[in-house]
């Protein structure tokens, strides 16, 4: 069974904290992302990664960085978590293409005060 | 810019409606398209991929008109559990999957 975990499902941050959400898959993708859902807006793509240390700017990286040094794990970091940064954050992985079925972690629920 | 569109909704049906959910898309050099589903407080899961032939999954259908550049998804005989947030999910070549703002759906009893 398909796997993509997220280190937590809900984190209370302060504003100017540095924050790391964690994504690891167990399906040897290749590719991986992560979105922020936010009500009336959608799934928004903030960057993603096609290869180990390879990244890609989604439609929202101000911000936002990423790092990817294992296939199996992306990382999101907030270098100065801000409270317009309050939100869902997923995680998704899909194997070759970019076209291909993602698969979605379970979410994790940021919030910043 | 808005690359895919759907009509929020929500749309509130009774158990055994038929229900069509539309959706739009502006690049016509779009390849790949698929219907994703999300229940509330869930990640997004793959329903359904759309194919140019139109395609069929139990009581799901999906169809595709590439010179209306629109996709469509009919849901028949709708149950309580269909109740959900529907994704229209675009690729175009080389870039990440593009997904709409869901179009939510209650069945009723």
């Known amino acids: 069974d398909v796997k993509v975990t997220q280190s937590s499902r809900y984190l209370v941050k302060r504003t100017g904290e540095k924050v790391f959400l964690e994504c690891v898959q167990d399906?040897?993708?290749?590719?991986m992302f992560w979105y922020r859902q936010d009500p009336g807006l959608g799934l928004r793509l903030i960057y993603f990664s096609y290869d180990v240390k390879m990244k890609e700017k989604g439609d929202i990286p101000e911000g936002y960085s990423v790092s990817r040094e294992k296939k199996e794990r992306f990382s999101l970091i907030l270098e100065s978590a801000s409270t317009n940064q309050t939100s869902m954050y997923l995680c998704a992985s899909s194997r070759g293409g970019l076209g291909n079925e993602q698969f979605f972690g379970p979410g994790t629920r940021l919030t910043v005060l | 810019r808005k690359e895919v569109e759907q009509d929020p909704g929500p749309f509130n049906v009774p158990e055994g409606a038929t229900v069509a959910f539309n959706c739009t898309y502006s690049n016509s050099a779009s390849q790949s398209f698929f219907w994703y589903r999300q229940d509330c407080r869930k990640e997004p899961k793959l329903l359904m991929s759309?194919?140019?032939s139109g395609n069929e999954d139990g009581r799901f259908t999906a169809q595709l008109n590439r010179a209306s550049q629109y996709i469509s998804l009919l849901i028949r005989d709708s149950k309580l559990s269909d109740s959900a947030t529907y994704l229209c999910v675009v690729n175009q070549a080389g870039t990440a999957l593009i997904f709409g703002k869901g179009t939510t759906l209650s069945v009723s009893s």
């Open positions: 759309v194919y140019s």
């Open positions: 399906m040897d993708h290749e590719n």
